[in-house]
């Protein structure tokens, strides 16, 4: 915006963004060190864990094997492996990829055979698929997220940028050789090629605008404000850039189980099957979710195996993955390769003992799965992208925040509000500034922010969505064990510099002329603010510093 200046920060993007200082100190995030004890090296895997079909490279079944999986959870036995890195505590690492996931790259090692090579092939993928400038949070499983700049620079997001989190690796699937198991509770159980699932005389054809959300998306806020549970999968640090939204094209799974007679026999449910290899508490599986079936006749879960018009990204589940409108992005599984109808919520641990939210009271004393609410629907959010926390920002009189908003289950944002006090007064953004309507994506947003304080702000941002659902106001009200669903209003603190001030205009421009620059904000003022005759004729023209009798 003409009249509004960013003033460049610190080197390190992602700490940048947050607002984080480079902590000189001993880094303890590191504790996953090196030790003969913890590489061991899988030798029975060659045999034990084969890849299961010809052309599915990386895919390892497990769930048809309870045998194998015993012999499996038998070898991670026998190992000690590293604990998981500590950032919460401590420093979050100022590298990229931010965390390291030794522990899961060990878990492969110890198991051998093709599982071995799971993590230094799934790498290869985000070099190969995901932006240069991407933020790796973590890079095995790869989670990762676009820098803020990039967020909402436009309305779809690129394929390149769109955020990923991952629960194993990454398989290399040969579409000529892939099909879907629908079995279970189903009337005529099928086995489904990829040419099959895309012939439109069996199923028509469609293509949705769909936002994706992590429940992970703002934990940063969370743990400044009070350290969560320090989960096996690593809660990656995420920032606002783990949503995404994008053009994806398949078929409405409601279509395929009609072709399949229906489900029988009292089911409810539909469980989906990944091909990524997925530990939890020391046992081996693949990744398997749930959702009601209700959901599926509702028309709002696709098999899609195009995103923005392009062949599905192999880091993004090809050749076929599950899109959930409206769900927490973790129901929507990639690498799909069965869809199994059963009576209630799957029993499989992401289901079941992952992404629950719970009371603030529970935590490491006192947890229960049974406590937890399985998160289903995301709530309403919204999050600003620029300008960002810590920044110095000199301007006019307005100051440009823009960013996105968003609300799960069908529902849409209907009003954005800018506040430049923290939440006391609210500015409408104008119906002209939010990007198109849509029933499951989120609206990009921008706003000339009113601004005549100087000196450190608070901006904050909050949505209404159609129902009237908003967002708590602070991060203290969302916060749960768990680290999840970061709703309340996000606030970034900034240092607000107004040109239309005739002092600060002229410091400014004493700053430029002496070849000095005015950030980073700490750095002493290594000249005169007042001459020595300014000083003295202010205390002419004013009463003293003491009152006299």
């Known amino acids: 915006m003409e009249g509004t200046e960013l003033i460049d920060q610190p080197s390190d993007e992602w700490k940048q963004e947050q607002g984080m200082a480079v902590v000189e100190a001993d880094d303890e995030t590191k504790d996953e060190g090196e030790t003969e004890e913890s590489h061991p090296e899988g030798d029975v895997g060659k045999l034990l864990f084969a890849e299961e079909l010809p052309g599915w490279k990386g895919y390892i079944e497990w769930e048809d094997y309870p045998e194998k999986q015993a012999k499996a959870a038998q070898i991670l036995a026998q190992h000690k492996f590293p604990w998981p890195p500590e950032f919460q505590l401590g420093p979050v690492p100022d590298t990229n990829p931010v965390i390291e996931g030794v522990r899961w790259k060990l878990w492969h090692r110890a198991l051998g055979g093709p599982v071995r090579i799971i993590p230094e092939e799934s790498w290869l993928s985000v070099i190969e698929e995901k932006h240069p400038d991407m933020l790796h949070l973590l890079d095995f499983p790869y989670n990762g997220e676009p820098p803020k700049r990039l967020v909402t620079a436009d309305t779809i997001t690129p394929n390149k940028l769109h955020f990923v989190r991952n629960h194993g690796g990454i398989p290399n699937i040969d579409a000529s050789k892939y099909f879907v198991r629908f079995d279970g509770l189903v009337k005529n159980p099928q086995k489904l090629s990829l040419a099959d699932i895309q012939n439109e005389e069996l199923f028509p054809r469609v293509t949705k605008t769909v936002t994706v959300q992590c429940s992970g998306t703002r934990r940063v806020e969370q743990i400044a404000e009070y350290a969560g549970e320090g989960d096996e999968m690593i809660n990656a640090p995420w920032a606002e850039g783990a949503i995404g939204t994008a053009e994806w094209t398949g078929v409405s799974l409601k279509k395929v189980i009609k072709y399949c007679g229906g489900l ?202 159609n129902s009237l659902n908003t967002q708590p106001t602070y991060v203290r009200s969302a916060w749960n064990w768990g680290l999840h669903v970061t709703s309340s209003c996000h606030r970034v603190k900034i240092y607000s510099v107004n040109k239309t001030k005739e002092r600060t205009r002229k410091r400014l421009e004493e700053f430029a002329e002496r070849g000095r620059s005015f950030v980073p904000l700490t750095r002493p003022t290594d000249f005169l603010t007042e001459t020595p005759e300014e000083y003295q004729r202010y205390w002419q023209e004013h009463d003293p510093r003491d009152a006299e009798d």
Request: charged share 20%; hydrophobic share 35%; aromatic share 14%.
């Open 264 to 465: 029988v026999d009292g089911a409810k449910h539909l469980e989906f099957y990944g091909a990524d290899t997925y530990f939890k508490q020391g046992q081996v599986q693949n990744y398997v979710v749930s959702v009601p079936y209700s959901k599926v006749k509702c028309n709002e879960v696709i098999l899609a195996w195009e995103m923005n018009g392009e062949k599905l990204p192999r880091i993004h589940g090809y050749p076929l993955r599950v899109i959930v409108f409206g769900y927490i992005g973790a129901r929507s599984v990639k690498w799909l390769y069965r869809v199994k109808g059963i009576k209630s919520p799957s029993l499989a641990p992401v289901q079941s003992k992952e992404y629950l939210y719970f009371n603030s009271q529970v935590g490491k004393h006192n947890q229960a799965y049974s406590k937890g609410i399985q998160i289903q629907e995301m709530p309403v959010s919204s999050a600003i992208m620029q300008p960002w926390t810590k920044q110095v920002v000199i301007h006019n009189g307005t100051i440009k925040v823009k960013g996105w908003a968003y609300s799960g289950g069908g529902r849409w944002p209907e009003r954005v509000e800018v506040s430049g006090d923290g939440g006391f007064i609210w500015y409408e953004v104008p119906p002209e500034n939010l990007s198109r309507k849509r029933k499951h994506a989120w609206r990009t947003w921008h706003f000339d922010l009113p601004m005549d304080a100087e000196g450190w702000i608070e901006v904050t941002v909050r949505c209404w969505d």
